[in-house]
Every structure is written in C-alpha cells, then in structure tokens.
C-alpha cells in the first residue's frame, strides 16, 4: 500500500505543477488539459485502490490508512476544481477574443445627422462591459468551486469523526475488560490464599489425630 500511496502523492504534486503552463494564453491548452484530466482520472483510480487495499492491512493499520486514502481524494477534488475553473476563463477569454475581433471588423455606415462617433471611448466601454461580466462570471464560479471543495471537506471531516469515535467506543470496552480481568485475578488470589490455609489446616488435623 505504502508503494501505491507514494505513487499517487507524487502524481498529485506533477498535476499541481503542470496547472502552471496553463496561465496565460498557452496555445497548447486543450492538451495540457487533457493530460491533466487523465492525471486526474488516474489518482482516483489509484484511490479506489487503496480503498481496497486499507482494508487488508492489521486492524490497527486501517485506521491511518484510510485517513491517508482520504487525504489524496481530498487533494483530488480540489485538482478537479482548479481544472474546471481554468477551463472557464478559457473559454471566456477565447469569447472575449472573438466579440473584440467582430468588433474590430464591423463597418460602421456614416450617419450625416451625427457628430462623429468616439470610437476609442465606445471600444473601451464595451471592453470594461465585457471584463466587467468575465469579473463576475469567474467569482461566482470560484465561488461555488470553493463551496464544493467546503463540502468534501465536510465529509472528510465527518468520517474521521466517525472513526474518532468507533475507536474511542473500542477503547472504553478494552478498559473495560482489563477492569474484569483485574477483578477477576484478585478473586482468584483470594481463593487460591483460602485453598492453601484450609488445606494446611485439614493436614495439622489429620497429624494431630493421628499422633
């Protein structure tokens, strides 16, 4: 298991560096992508694994190992999130490019009732419109990305409890039963003290009578 775990570590930390050739406008986004969601799909693929695997170790190696099985799906998600929310300011920046290029390209037919139109100042205004809306857009993505994240890490966080607990219930029985084995050794010194002193005194009886 320690071999997978490792394995899977590292394959998270690589995902992780390779979100950085993704800023800016790389041209060799949609394969960097890719070979990140294969990443992806890989790591939890490797944590079903480990799923199993927990569950063949010792009694008291399950315990860690499912906290760390939990931690790489945490980390997992959190990749899953990262990825979805930098292929929305993709693509909002590849529609922003093309609303400017229509833009740019749109022939304007003279009006002689009109002044001249300020084409820098309706240009700037319709670019700030547009940063103005792919503003918004990308904080309420992040906003529920980061919502989600909040819930996965409540579950996380409530297994563990759950687990907190079973062992702390395991733990109180072990007390128990070491309190009954202790009873029950005094008990048997009592005993073992009563046997000798009324067999002692059976065998002065017997000496006595005979003598």
Do not use: W
């Not at 740019?104 to 319709?126: E, G, K, W």
């Not at 940063?131 to 309420?140: H, K, S, T, Y």
């Not at 687990?163 to 702390?168: E, K, L």
């Amino acid at each position: 298991m320690d071999t997978l775990y490792n394995q899977t570590n590292k394959l998270i930390q690589q995902t992780q560096q390779r979100f950085k050739a993704l800023e800016g406008n790389n041209p060799d986004a949609l394969n960097i992508e890719d070979e990140i969601s294969a990443s992806i799909k890989q790591i939890q693929s490797n944590c079903e694994k480990l799923d199993l695997q927990v569950y063949k170790l010792p009694i008291h190696q399950r315990q860690n190992g499912k906290m760390r099985s939990d931690q790489l799906k945490y980390d997992n998600s959190h990749l899953q999130a990262a990825l979805e929310a930098m292929k929305h300011r993709r693509l909002r920046r590849q529609i922003a490019a093309q609303e400017r290029e229509q833009l740019l390209s749109r022939r304007f037919a003279p009006n002689p009732d009109a002044t001249a139109i300020d084409m820098n100042f309706s240009m700037n205004h319709q670019g700030s419109l547009q940063d103005a809306n792919r503003g918004v857009d990308e904080m309420l993505y992040t906003g529920a990305s980061t919502l989600e994240s909040l819930r996965a890490q409540r579950s996380v966080l409530k297994g563990a409890q759950r687990r907190i607990m079973d062992m702390a219930n395991t733990l109180g029985l072990s007390n128990h039963t070491m309190r009954l084995i202790e009873k029950r050794a005094s008990e048997d010194k009592v005993i073992l003290v009563a046997g000798v002193i009324i067999t002692l005194t059976v065998i002065l009886l017997v000496i006595v009578y005979l003598t």
